[in-house]
């Protein structure tokens, strides 16, 4: 057992499923709404500057995680253009490219309650895609951050966990480039095409984190994807390994090479039929685990045992209802889960605004004590 071990050294215990005195305590941010919420019932910015306390918050007692500043986005960006607006809504192109329409009731700080409406991409034909790839140089100076040096000599001698912040992914880059549907009808409209992004996104991943991991030792790095939905993927098994998989392994093959052994997958929806293929493409952890969907924790771990780390899987609409209920689905799924290592319990998803603060307090008090064995 690992006592009295720094969150670093913890961290890497549980991944490879040896026992620690106490689990990292990690979690997902909460909404801009369940944030103001939170304020009016008592919260201090002193005690909980931002809602976004994924990264660390000594007041909610979760642990810090620091990112790489490393941008894997589109640089230059788009410039943001509002195109149409009026009292309930507002047209804009965003800073991918996209054009979207945004309804206005109940934002906060740019924040709204409900999905945008898609209207258009950047990508509609091979062309479009040869402009887009002169904002994604790997070799862009304005990648790596202003103060990027001098946080490179300080990671050197951490005690905690470092990873990569931006989001990235196979599917997860069509899909922002081309929309959902286009990006799951590509790969029979245009085969040649689909393979062409899939191997230009591993060349880009590669090309950039190449000279940042040859001086950083990352604890991990996390792929995202969310294409799936409650009843499963928007793609096939078939099509992922005839177009995604060898990609994902040139990524997973280069982060092994350069030590970074724990390769994380973040996707929403119903993933299991995918799990085969991702344990073949190296990832070997799975996240947030939305339980509406369906992505049992405790079922996955009778299924995949020590070949897959699980994180999240704690149902957040349980928090919404009351101390009782928080405490049955802790009750439910910590213990075994975490005597059997290899897990890292969260929330599902985002906290929602109908999470009141005292509720979500009561669970992260309830969930350290067992972090710490404690059930």
Known sequence: MHV?????????AVTRFESVDAVPNFELNAWVQTYERWQSEGLSTADVPSREFQWGCPFFGIDWRDRCDVKLSLLPPFEETVIEESPDYR??????GRVRKALKRGESQGYRLSMDEYISFPVQTRVDFRELQKRLDPHAPERLSPDYRQKVDAWRNRTHILTVGD???????LREWMGTMNASSVFFDDPLLAHEMMEFSADFLIELLHPVLHEVELDYFSFAEDMAYKAGPLISPKIFREFL??????ATDFLRCHGVSSIWMDTDGNW???????LEAGINCLWPLEQQAGMDPVHLRKEYGRDLVLSGGIDKRELAKGKREIETELRAKLPCLLEQGGYFPTLDHSVPPNVPLDNYRYYIELKQKMLKGEY
């Open 167 to 173: 989001n990235f992914g196979f599917y997860w880059n």
């Open 245 to 250: 998989l060898q990609p994902y392994q040139r």
């Open 91 to 96: 047209v804009y192109r965003d800073s991918s």
């Open 4 to 12: 009295g071990a720094g969150i670093r050294e913890r961290f890497r």
């Open 272 to 278: 299991e039929i995918m799990l085969p293929l991702f």
